[in-house]
């Protein structure tokens, strides 16, 4: 296929049909009809010069505007075309790869993290003999650097770190929970004595917390840039596989050994991490990079408050601002009596590790599931409708422990054993995945430049109303009278729960209707003639129409 080409004077310049652009013309332009031989060799002009040939069997490009000095014709392929190109080379193979490299382990590793934690649990419960209040408010306590999620978010968003601002923080969580777990491991006496246990409770959180925001915002600046709207369901699907052999592998080792092992187990899982993550370079990904990074404080001040100014922007929007509000206020209102009903599990029941181990498997398999499910069908659904459903199965849910708590599952035939193995982990599963289509949804409308700033916000909301969940819970734990030794009011407590959980569904309507959509690349249902035809038609199309803007251009001068 030849293009119709601009002649002036002695250089050549192709028309670009795609974006049309005219610069600098001072002549009014002609048609070069010359060119227009059906013999590839005869296309000369005047000094013999030809154009190149184009492989009919490769996508037809657009060209873009070439000038040179000389009076050389040169037809390259657009910024955008090239772009495309490159994009579906680059990123399509090495970007992705880096991608599923660092984030996959990423959230591989974070899901795992149940495995010493299972472990840490079992220390407080058992070694440690803490009250079940005390130990949920250790769990809850050690969440409070999470809180400053938003923090974290700005600084990586702002502050880059030898020319990046996404992997440096994420390895620098990393390094934070290696030296937090690693004195769990190596030196016994800091896990005998609580305050020295919460520090290093408060450290690895705090480490996980800065990982956790610098992964988020690589999944949604990456899928912003690459139009891969759907990223965080496979960031799920990564994390509920590290839940799955975390939890299985601590139910079969946690009678084994002692604690301290898998806290090592873990720590060199982590050094593993790292070393990864130094390896993997930010520019890979196809990541904004600044363009220059050695600058002064004072501008990095500036940035930090732009990077504020643009985040209360983002979150006064009605439609991040309310979706977000209802996910808060429905974690927040229900009061969590975890710690009560691990202790009543653990010292009542006389569960073994292995089965708690593995009801937590069965659900994060249940999790998996669930994103799957919802990665492939499920985005179809209305929102609201979606959130409805999983949010009265929460509800539900809840009431397994009282089944359990009361014995029902004893006249029915079914061990405790093989009921708390089936059903303990299920409320837990639906109230993360509850996250997914929400995740989703603030990627999606997140402004551009303010992904670590919003996902690092929204984050903290969330790990701020479970906390409030968690001390709501302690607190009425201590109303009703559980203890370690008298569980008789733990089932009024699951009612309340259950009835707190369905209070949001008063107010879902904040909730939109639509969910974020993946959009298509390729068009279907058009044969190759029926495509090249249509970009035949735009070429001339478009050639057409910069032509006549020259024309009039030329005409007003």
Same mark, same amino acid.
């Given at each position: 296929?030849?293009?119709?080409?601009?002649?002036?004077?002695?250089?050549?310049?192709?028309?670009?049909?795609?974006?049309?652009?005219? %610069?600098?013309?001072?002549?009014?332009?002609?048609?070069?009809?010359?060119?227009?031989?059906?013999?590839?060799?005869?296309?000369?002009?005047?000094?013999?010069?030809?154009?190149?040939?184009?492989?009919?069997?490769?996508?037809?490009?657009?060209?873009?505007?070439?000038?040179?000095?000389?009076?050389?014709?040169?037809? %390259?392929?657009?910024?955008?075309?090239?772009?495309?190109?490159?994009?579906?080379?680059?990123? $399509?193979?090495?970007?992705?790869?880096?991608?599923?490299?660092?984030?996959?382990?990423?959230?591989?590793?974070?899901?795992?993290?149940?495995?010493?934690?299972?472990?840490?649990?079992?220390?407080?419960?058992?070694?440690?003999?803490?009250?079940?209040?005390?130990?949920?408010?250790?769990?809850?306590?050690?969440?409070?650097?999470?809180?400053?999620?938003?923090?974290?978010?700005?600084?990586?968003?702002?502050?880059?770190?030898?020319?990046?601002? %996404?992997?440096?923080?994420?390895?620098?969580?990393?390094?934070?929970?290696?030296?937090?777990?690693?004195?769990?491991?190596?030196?016994?006496?800091? $896990?005998?004595?609580?305050?020295?246990?919460?520090?290093?409770?408060?450290?690895?959180?705090?480490?996980?917390?800065?990982?956790?925001?610098?992964?988020?915002?690589?999944?949604?600046?990456?899928?912003?840039?690459?139009?891969?709207?759907?990223?965080?369901?496979?960031?799920?699907?990564?994390?509920?596989?590290? $839940?799955?052999?975390?939890?299985?592998? $601590?139910?079969?080792?946690?009678?084994?050994?002692?604690?301290?092992?898998?806290?090592?187990?873990?720590?060199?899982?982590?050094?593993?991490?790292?070393?990864?993550?130094?390896?993997?370079?930010?520019?890979?990904?196809?990541?904004?990079?600044?363009?220059?990074?050695?600058?002064?404080?004072?501008?990095?001040?500036?940035?930090?408050?732009?990077?504020?100014?643009?985040?209360?922007?983002?979150?006064?929007?009605?439609?991040?601002?309310?979706?977000?509000?209802?996910?808060?206020?429905?974690?927040?209102?229900?009061?969590?009596?975890?710690?009560?009903?691990?202790?009543?599990?653990?010292?009542?029941?006389?569960?073994?590790?292995?089965?708690?181990?593995?009801?937590?498997?069965?659900?994060?398999?249940?999790?998996?599931?669930?994103?799957?499910?919802?990665?492939?069908?499920?985005?179809?659904?209305?929102?609201?409708?979606?959130?409805?459903?999983?949010?009265?199965?929460?509800?539900?849910?809840?009431?397994?422990?009282?089944?359990?708590?009361?014995?029902?599952?004893?006249?029915?035939?079914?061990?405790?054993?093989?009921?708390?193995?089936?059903?303990?982990?299920?409320?837990?599963?639906?109230?993360?995945?509850?996250?997914?289509?929400?995740?989703?949804?603030?990627?999606?409308?997140?402004?551009?430049?303010?992904?670590?700033?919003?996902?690092?916000?929204?984050?903290?909301?969330?790990?701020?109303?479970?906390?409030?969940?968690?001390?709501?819970?302690?607190?009425?734990?201590?109303?009703?009278?559980?203890?370690?030794?008298?569980?008789?009011?733990?089932?009024?407590?699951?009612?309340?729960?259950?009835?707190?959980?369905?209070?949001?569904?008063?107010?879902?309507?904040?909730?939109?209707?639509?969910?974020?959509?993946?959009?298509?690349?390729?068009?279907?249902?058009?044969?190759?003639?029926?495509?090249?035809?249509?970009?035949?038609?735009?070429?001339?199309?478009?050639?057409?129409?910069?032509? %006549?803007?020259?024309?009039?251009?030329?005409?007003?001068?």
């Amino acid at each position: 296929m030849n293009y119709p080409l601009i002649c002036n004077n002695n250089s050549f310049s192709t028309i670009s049909p795609k974006v049309p652009r005219v %610069r600098d013309f001072n002549v009014k332009p002609m048609f070069c009809t010359s060119f227009h031989s059906n013999n590839p060799s005869s296309n000369t002009v005047n000094r013999g010069f030809k154009l190149p040939l184009i492989d009919k069997t490769r996508p037809v490009l657009s060209p873009n505007i070439v000038r040179t000095g000389s009076g050389e014709v040169s037809v %390259r392929e657009s910024k955008r075309g090239k772009g495309e190109k490159d994009v579906k080379r680059g990123f $399509g193979e090495v970007g992705i790869r880096q991608m599923l490299v660092l984030c996959g382990l990423g959230y591989w590793v974070q899901g795992f993290r149940c495995f010493p934690w299972l472990a840490l649990n079992f220390h407080m419960a058992h070694n440690l003999n803490l009250h079940p209040s005390t130990l949920q408010l250790v769990q809850y306590s050690g969440n409070l650097p999470m809180v400053a999620k938003p923090l974290y978010g700005i600084l990586s968003d702002a502050l880059y770190i030898g020319g990046a601002h %996404r992997i440096p923080y994420i390895c620098i969580g990393v390094l934070l929970q290696i030296l937090s777990w690693g004195p769990l491991a190596l030196v016994p006496v800091v $896990g005998k004595a609580l305050p020295t246990l919460m520090a290093c409770v408060l450290l690895s959180n705090l480490g996980a917390s800065i990982e956790e925001v610098a992964k988020d915002a690589v999944v949604a600046e990456y899928g912003q840039k690459h139009r891969m709207v759907g990223l965080q369901s496979y960031a799920f699907m990564a994390a509920a596989a590290g $839940g799955i052999l975390g939890n299985l592998l $601590g139910g079969y080792i946690l009678p084994k050994v002692p604690p301290t092992t898998m806290f090592l187990m873990f720590g060199v899982l982590l050094s593993v991490q790292l070393t990864i993550s130094l390896s993997v370079k930010e520019g890979s990904l196809g990541l904004a990079q600044p363009s220059h990074y050695d600058v002064p404080r004072k501008s990095i001040s500036e940035s930090i408050k732009k990077q504020i100014s643009n985040l209360v922007m983002a979150i006064s929007e009605e439609s991040i601002s309310r979706p977000l509000t209802w996910l808060v206020a429905s974690v927040a209102m229900v009061p969590i009596l975890s710690g009560s009903i691990f202790c009543y599990q653990t010292q009542c029941l006389n569960l073994d590790p292995s089965v708690i181990g593995m009801s937590r498997v069965i659900g994060q398999l249940t999790l998996l599931t669930l994103t799957v499910l919802y990665d492939r069908y499920w985005k179809k659904v209305s929102l609201r409708k979606l959130i409805g459903i999983v949010q009265i199965s929460y509800a539900f849910s809840l009431l397994l422990d009282f089944i359990l708590v009361r014995q029902i599952n004893l006249q029915l035939g079914i061990p405790n054993e093989v009921f708390a193995l089936c059903f303990s982990g299920l409320a837990e599963t639906l109230a993360q995945f509850k996250l997914l289509p929400f995740s989703m949804l603030l990627a999606s409308l997140c402004p551009q430049g303010c992904e670590g700033s919003l996902t690092s916000f929204s984050a903290s909301t969330l790990c701020l109303s479970s906390i409030a969940s968690g001390f709501l819970g302690i607190g009425l734990a201590s109303l009703i009278g559980i203890t370690s030794q008298d569980y008789s009011s733990l089932p009024v407590g699951i009612l309340i729960q259950f009835l707190a959980a369905l209070v949001p569904l008063l107010w879902i309507h904040h909730v939109p209707m639509s969910q974020p959509l993946v959009e298509k690349v390729g068009k279907k249902g058009m044969s190759k003639r029926t495509r090249k035809n249509r970009r035949v038609g735009k070429v001339v199309l478009d050639s057409v129409y910069v032509y %006549r803007r020259e024309r009039e251009s030329g005409a007003q001068k």
